[in-house]
């Protein structure tokens, strides 16, 4: 994979357990640049999977050194922060819902001060790019040397096709003000069903934006979180090709 083309970013968007963990590890670890996996999950809903927590930190870090593949994982407080870098995760991302709270940036900011930490920030789920840059700008001030965007679309009552509204017009302000930034493309939160994937990928990537974040699974249909969005390893790897070769 020509690595400087298009970041890939591919993992399940929860697992339930290390066997079901290990299983998409090692079935997709050579296509990717980065595996993604949630441990906490934000959830709506108080009766929703919460994540498996803590102790999946644990399988991720085994796994992230076996295969060295560096992981990513979101985080939504100081004591998330402190878990995942006491167990070596290499990259932390701030959800939508936590972009859009200065409270809660600030303390994951006053928390991630000092670290080699990479940082990946979400855009928030109502469509103002000026809570975005204000998240950004927060974790500017701290001096991490890595940071990379991630548009994940944007909550709307008039979008009828997606999940979430992608809004690419944003993306251009985006990309003038941070110019030096990456900014990555989840197809799969803009898509809400896999079907839609593909052609929010395609148009990613002919807006020049660097990645995909893919939420990939070996077997959707059982997923406890968001199993209509996510592919298995198999379609990933079809995408991957059809990426590499321009044929999306």
Not at 12 to 29: G, V
Not at 75 to 87: D, F, L, Q
Not at 164 to 178: D, G, I, R, S, V
Request: hydrophobic share 35%; aromatic share 10%.
């Amino acid at each position: 994979m020509n690595k400087k083309f298009c970041t890939i970013i591919a993992g399940p968007c929860s697992i339930s357990s290390k066997k079901e963990l290990t299983n998409i590890f090692k079935t997709i670890y050579k296509d990717i640049n980065y595996f993604r996996c949630g441990i906490w999950k934000a959830r709506t809903k108080i009766d929703s999977f919460q994540g498996i927590g803590d102790k999946g930190l644990i399988w991720l870090r085994e796994l992230q050194q076996k295969y060295n593949v560096p992981v990513a994982i979101e985080v939504g407080t100081p004591s998330h922060v402190e878990k995942a870098i006491k167990n070596n995760i290499k990259v932390l991302w701030i959800g939508a819902r936590t972009t859009v709270n200065p409270f809660y940036v600030q303390e994951l900011c006053n928390c991630l001060k000092g670290t080699n930490t990479e940082v990946w920030i979400k855009n928030p789920i109502y469509p103002d790019v000026n809570v975005w840059f204000s998240a950004i700008e927060r974790f500017k001030s701290i001096k991490l040397k890595k940071i990379k965007l991630i548009h994940r679309g944007f909550f709307s009552l008039n979008e009828k096709k997606y999940r979430n509204a992608p809004m690419w017009e944003l993306l251009k302000e985006t990309k003038q003000k941070f110019p030096e930034l990456d900014l990555i493309c989840d197809p799969s939160h803009i898509a809400g069903n896999k079907k839609y994937i593909a052609e929010i990928s395609k148009k990613a990537i002919s807006m020049n934006l660097n990645g995909l974040m893919i939420e990939t699974h070996n077997y959707p249909k059982k997923a406890l979180s968001d199993a209509n969005q996510q592919i298995n390893s198999k379609e990933l790897k079809e995408l991957i090709k059809t990426i590499k070769l321009n044929k999306l």
